[in-house]
């Protein structure tokens, strides 16, 4: 298996200053950097490298993204926001969305390595990619940015997909611990882009991901929420993938597979409160893997997005990239203990929110009537 892989150096440069958790400092609130900074990234790099599993994959290079490609989502104003800022002294595009000197470049090269993997998988360079992209972009809005997120690379590598290469149908999977509400907003009245999101129900933002929020216009049933509960762990996402999203994906039969991969569901996540384990997240790579070699050829583009444990999200992103790879390296999980008596069953709250979004996308789904009468 030919797996991809991206990463620039500019990437561990984007500067959203100080700041303690998601706030800035200042007040009671002593000085510190903010829970999104280049530190998790570069030790997924470093674990790759140090464990020489990076010899395995095909190194690509990314390119910045257009102006004009960036605006397949966000306005105008907006861009010419995000470049004065960065040209000036920085600042919020939005909400927690900092911008620091140099930003806007790097986050045309952070869009620009979803288009470059797109590229990649669609001229068969590789059978499927991992982009280690940042800023991240799936909170991102056509008019502002939000937690963290400044301009939006899966939706702009799916509109990228559409009009270079005349695809019909993409699919966006979002597993990030947080709602994907600006990935939701670009496509929510698209029939042609499947969006689906996996999260921490009422985690971030507070008000958007309701499992009753499918869309609209043409685009009803083509947006699907699943809000978990708090503490979901390994078995509960992997039975989401088997009881919603597998049966959706047959029937909507995409041509190419894009995820915005946060590591935040993790068991050990300063942002989220679920409990996915490193295995966890390997088994379900495993699984959007066959959907998209079932449905698509396995073309495959995974988008590193969230993930704030600077000590467990590379062991999970190396089991991501293990999974695409289909090789293994020599690196044992050291948390895996850590996970003793944690979940492994799916409990009945959860089953509860997985039976209500099957009822209500039953609605648009063939799949599921059986399961609803």
Same mark, same amino acid.
């Given at each position: 298996?030919?797996?991809?892989?991206?990463?620039?150096?500019?990437?561990?440069?984007?500067?959203?200053?100080?700041?303690?958790?998601?706030?800035?400092?200042?007040?009671?609130?002593?000085?510190?950097?903010?829970?999104?900074?280049?530190?998790?990234?570069?030790?997924?790099?470093?674990?790759?490298?140090?464990?020489? =599993?990076?010899?395995?994959?095909?190194?690509?290079?990314?390119?910045?993204?257009?102006?004009?490609? #960036?605006?397949?989502?966000?306005?105008?104003? !907006?861009?010419?926001?995000?470049?004065?800022?960065?040209?000036?002294?920085?600042?919020?595009?939005?909400?927690?969305?900092?911008?620091?000197?140099?930003? !806007?470049?790097?986050?045309?090269?952070?869009?620009?390595?979803?288009?470059?993997?797109?590229?990649?998988?669609?001229?068969?360079?590789?059978?499927?990619?991992?982009?280690?992209?940042?800023?991240?972009?799936?909170?991102?809005? %056509?008019?502002?940015?939000?937690?963290?997120?400044?301009?939006?690379?899966?939706?702009?590598?799916?509109?990228? %997909?559409?009009?270079?290469?005349?695809?019909?149908?993409?699919?966006?999977?979002?597993?990030?611990?947080?709602?994907?509400? /600006?990935?939701?907003?670009?496509?929510?009245?698209?029939?042609?882009?499947?969006?689906?999101?996996?999260?921490?129900?009422?985690? =971030?933002?507070?008000?958007? /991901?309701?499992?009753?929020?499918?869309?609209? &216009?043409?685009?009803?049933?083509?947006?699907?929420?699943?809000?978990?509960?708090?503490?979901?762990?390994?078995? &509960?996402?992997?039975?989401?993938?088997?009881?919603?999203?597998?049966?959706?994906?047959?029937?909507?039969?995409?041509?190419?597979?894009?995820?915005?991969?946060?590591?935040?569901?993790?068991? =050990?996540?300063?942002? /989220?409160?679920?409990?996915?384990?490193?295995?966890? =997240?390997?088994?379900?790579?495993?699984?959007?893997?066959?959907?998209?070699?079932?449905?698509?050829?396995?073309?495959?583009?995974?988008?590193?997005?969230?993930?704030?444990?600077?000590?467990? #999200?590379?062991?999970?992103?190396?089991?991501? #990239?293990?999974?695409? $790879?289909?090789?293994?390296?020599?690196?044992?999980?050291?948390?895996?203990? /850590?996970?003793?008596?944690?979940?492994?069953?799916?409990?009945?709250?959860?089953?509860?929110?997985?039976?209500?979004?099957?009822?209500?996308?039953?609605? !648009?789904? $063939?799949?599921?009537?059986?399961?609803?009468?």
């Amino acid at each position: 298996m030919r797996t991809g892989y991206i990463y620039d150096e500019s990437y561990f440069w984007h500067d959203n200053g100080s700041g303690t958790l998601y706030l800035s400092s200042g007040g009671y609130l002593e000085k510190d950097e903010f829970i999104e900074s280049p530190a998790t990234k570069k030790r997924v790099n470093n674990l790759l490298k140090r464990s020489r =599993f990076m010899d395995e994959l095909i190194k690509l290079v990314p390119r910045p993204a257009t102006r004009e490609e #960036v605006e397949s989502w966000h306005t105008p104003q !907006y861009v010419d926001k995000v470049k004065q800022l960065s040209d000036t002294n920085g600042g919020d595009a939005g909400d927690h969305a900092i911008v620091g000197k140099g930003s !806007y470049e790097i986050a045309l090269l952070s869009a620009g390595g979803a288009l470059t993997s797109v590229d990649a998988v669609m001229e068969n360079q590789v059978d499927n990619v991992y982009a280690l992209t940042r800023p991240p972009g799936h909170h991102a809005e %056509a008019d502002f940015g939000m937690g963290f997120c400044i301009f939006n690379n899966v939706a702009i590598a799916a509109n990228y %997909a559409r009009k270079k290469y005349g695809l019909e149908k993409i699919m966006i999977v979002d597993w990030d611990v947080h709602h994907g509400n /600006g990935t939701e907003k670009a496509f929510y009245n698209d029939p042609n882009v499947l969006f689906i999101s996996i999260h921490q129900h009422l985690s =971030f933002p507070e008000d958007t /991901g309701f499992a009753e929020d499918v869309g609209s &216009g043409n685009g009803q049933g083509y947006n699907v929420n699943i809000p978990l509960p708090p503490g979901t762990g390994d078995a &509960g996402y992997l039975e989401v993938f088997d009881s919603i999203i597998e049966p959706i994906a047959s029937e909507f039969q995409p041509e190419l597979i894009i995820v915005s991969a946060g590591q935040d569901p993790s068991m =050990f996540d300063p942002l /989220g409160r679920m409990l996915m384990t490193a295995e966890g =997240f390997r088994k379900m790579t495993n699984k959007i893997k066959r959907i998209a070699e079932t449905q698509c050829n396995g073309k495959l583009v995974v988008c590193h997005e969230g993930g704030y444990s600077n000590g467990y #999200v590379p062991f999970c992103t190396l089991r991501i #990239v293990e999974a695409l $790879s289909e090789k293994q390296s020599d690196v044992k999980d050291p948390f895996a203990s /850590g996970a003793n008596g944690y979940p492994d069953k799916v409990y009945p709250n959860q089953r509860q929110v997985i039976n209500e979004v099957i009822e209500i996308q039953s609605k !648009y789904w $063939s799949s599921f009537l059986s399961e609803v009468q």
